[in-house]
């Protein structure tokens, strides 16, 4: 049947030319966030607001995130830190970024010892490629930071 | 012709970047694929697929959720409920989601699981059919689809069915729109090829309704149709036209042997 | 839009001092704010989910803070300690002040 042969002809040059100019014309994404993004340094500035003058340390934050998103509307997040739980020792809170979202801000998430392990799950929207960061606020005024990068399929018509 | 295609194609943006074989794919995928027949969950990526697996974060259960309680819940005139004749759904609408379409006498054709909600509501009932995709439609048609979940889809297409599914396949190799595809151009050549960013399925219909992550909802199988309509550039036809409902049986028959998922969770 | 509808998945017995996996869903568009309305051009004002509170026997657990960036039909899941027998409460506050609530037992063996 040659109605297939037709658009299997498409050279790799044009369709690359096409994917250029319909990429940001993707349908369907329209209740992604449109707006100007937020940056690098907006993250760091809604994170200084947080936590102060704190220098963020790496370490203890497990951040599980696909490295490529399906579809920006629901990126499927978990994060953990390491921590005891306890009264005396324990994560406080979880913040999460992203950095070319309009807004940087995700969730804040807010543990207590009672919760027996600082670990949750949500799903976020992420407009375009971009890093998630999370900001883990420890119970003895620590802070630890840890960071990924998500790749966003733009696009197409959902197979 | 040809350049008329390829124009059509790239002002579209629904180009097919890969040419050549479908990826091999030697996974497993265990009820998720019969014969040759895959469903559109073993084209989904492994996060979309996860949030299907689990009914406490499906969040298309919301809507089957939903569904439940409105089958308990009196409406119209005639002061029934759902229940009040079919008693529990587990049993009375184990096969439904498994065989419908089906020949309707009275009306001398098909009708699906929405049509036939309907119909109970305005004869039975005497309540006001509800809407096309209104959350009580989707609800309803999840409620009674998942009840049938994990049975393999088998309809009916002899007898009085047969000139419906014929119709129906009709409609499938009936190149359209302005992009000049039919259903199969993708569905049946390119299933396993990369549309864009995409990966191409069989567009098996065995987990509608379904909630779609672009819809960030659950929809039905006659907002799918409309959707790959419109992105051939085809004038969509009506939710629950006849033509959607004879191409819904073709598609069970296409898919028969798979099992019922709904709800699913696809891109 | 209807009535925002939750969904939760806990435990309902559970050894004392056993950590508990916890579950929730509501259906919600989350309106991010960024949208604009197709027919008019103006951009759909924000109205989103933006706190979910866990308490148990009135003391709160577990909490967090939504922005726009949270997926339509938030899904949380996190974790308690099963110390004694009793009630937990799930709340989530929309941007309108609507409270949407559902409760669920635990049986502390």
């Known amino acids: 049947m040659n109605e297939s042969k037709q658009y299997r002809d498409v050279s790799r040059r044009q369709a690359l030319i096409v994917v250029g100019a319909g990429g940001l014309a993707a349908a369907g994404l329209t209740l992604l966030p449109q707006a100007a993004s937020a940056d690098a340094a907006a993250v760091d500035a809604a994170i200084k607001g947080l936590i102060g003058g704190k220098t963020p340390q790496a370490g203890r934050i497990t951040l599980d995130l696909p490295q490529i998103a399906e579809n920006g509307n629901t990126v499927p997040i978990t994060v953990e830190v390491d921590s005891p739980m306890t009264e005396q020792d324990y994560c406080k809170a979880v913040h999460i970024f992203a950095d070319k979202n309009p807004q940087p801000g995700v969730a804040s998430i807010n543990f207590t010892p009672a919760c027996g392990k600082a670990k949750a799950s949500t799903r976020m929207r992420l407009a375009k490629t971009q890093n998630v960061v999370a900001v883990a606020e420890m119970s003895d005024g620590s802070v630890y930071t840890a960071k990924a990068e998500v790749k966003v399929t733009i696009g197409g018509c959902g197979g | ?267 | 839009m209807a009535k925002p509808k939750p969904r939760v998945k806990v435990p309902k017995t559970a050894a004392k001092g056993e950590v508990l996996e916890i579950k929730t869903l509501i259906t919600h568009k989350m309106e991010s704010g960024q949208r604009k309305d197709k027919k008019t051009g103006e951009k759909i004002p924000q109205k989103i989910i933006n706190k979910f509170v866990c308490a148990f026997n009135g003391k709160e657990v577990f909490s967090a803070d939504w922005h726009p960036a949270i997926s339509a039909n938030p899904f949380m899941s996190f974790y308690a300690v099963a110390t004694e027998s009793g009630t937990f409460e799930f709340t989530w506050t929309d941007d309108d002040g609507s409270v949407y609530s559902k409760t669920a037992q635990l049986t502390v063996e």
């Open chain 2, 1 to 267: 012709m040809r350049r008329i295609a390829l124009a059509a194609v790239a002002a579209s943006g629904l180009t097919v970047m890969l040419a050549g074989t479908a990826l091999t794919d030697e996974t497993n995928w265990g009820a998720y694929e019969v014969g040759d027949k895959r469903s559109g969950y073993t084209y989904a990526a492994a996060e979309t697929r996860s949030i299907q697996d689990d009914d406490f974060e499906n969040p298309a259960m919301l809507w089957v959720d939903t569904g439940q309680e409105l089958w308990d819940t009196v409406e119209g005139e005639a002061g029934k409920a759902c229940a009040s004749c079919h008693d529990d759904a587990a049993v009375s609408m184990a096969e439904v989601g498994a065989i419908y379409p089906v020949y309707y006498e009275p009306r001398g054709k098909l009708i699906n699981i929405e049509q036939r909600i309907n119909l109970c509501r305005t004869e039975n009932m005497k309540a006001k059919a509800w809407k096309w995709e209104s959350r009580e439609l989707l609800s309803m048609t999840a409620f009674v689809r998942n009840q049938a979940r994990g049975r393999p889809v088998a309809v009916k297409i002899d007898g009085p069915a047969a000139p419906f599914y014929e119709k129906g396949k009709e409609f499938y190799y009936q190149r359209r729109g302005q992009l000049d595809m039919a259903c199969k151009s993708c569905h049946e050549d390119n299933a396993g090829n990369m549309i864009r960013a995409n990966l191409l399925s069989q567009g098996q219909s065995n987990g509608f309704p379904t909630y779609r992550l672009k819809w960030q909802k659950v929809g039905s199988l006659h907002r799918r149709f409309r959707g790959c309509n419109s992105q051939v550039r085809a004038t969509p036809y009506k939710a629950g036209s006849d033509e959607y409902v004879n191409l819904e049986l073709f598609l069970a028959d296409r898919g028969r042997g798979l099992p019922v998922e709904t709800p699913a969770v696809r891109n």
